[in-house]
């Protein structure tokens, strides 16, 4: 089955500073990458995702890419601010398996100083 | 919408006792997903549902795990008897690959602790 790693487990950025954080999953059938912010006391949200098909997806500060062939994929956040501060956790899954399910990497603390 | 809405947010129980923890999806979402999140083991999947039916229940921990979902609006976890190791988060996901919205939408949580 999939499994997939995130490093690193902690992250601690200067506000405005950029952040990098890296999954490596195990499936090469895999082509579908969420990845999901979690505040204290809340469940994950879904904040951007990318599909196999594609290399690279950005949406304003967030960014992620893709390499197929590494299989691996980042979470790029420029220019950080306070409100960054959570627990990330990439996933990766393969919808058209039949299954639609998600296995989720171990999460990384973001903590971005003022 | 107002979301995938659970329920209690916070049980507190002792040991032995049954708990009941509820999940209402998102209207029109035909996955639901149980999830377990601690902080030895992350975020773990316990069950997930297609139309209403169990299509996997091999993340559920043992016989004392149960779980129904027994219509498209409604599923519930059950634990019984209830033991100290299960205090955890639990969160109840919904998705709809039909409309190709592959991305789950989490639950705030129901935190569990036995006591």
Known sequence: GENVEQHPSTLSVQEGDSAVIKCTYSDSAS?????YKQELGKGPQLIIDIRSNVGEKKDQRIAVTLNKTAKHFSLHITETQPEDSAVYFCAASNPLSGTDKLIFGTGTRLQVFP | DAGVIQSPRHEVTEMGQEVT????PISGHDYLFWYRQT?????????YFNNNVPIDDSGM???????????????????????????????CASSSEGQGIYGYTFGSGTRLTVV
Request: proline share 10%; charged share 25%.
């Open chain 2, 21 to 24: 923890l509820r999940c209402k």
């Open chain 2, 61 to 91: 921990p043992e016989d004392r795990f149960s779980a129904k979902m027994p219509n498209a609006s409604f599923s519930t976890l059950k634990i019984q008897p209830s033991e100290p190791r299960d205090s955890a988060v639990y969160f």
């Open chain 1, 31 to 35: 082509n579908y990458f969420p990845w």
């Open chain 2, 39 to 47: 902080m030895m083991r992350g975020l773990e999947l316990l069950i």
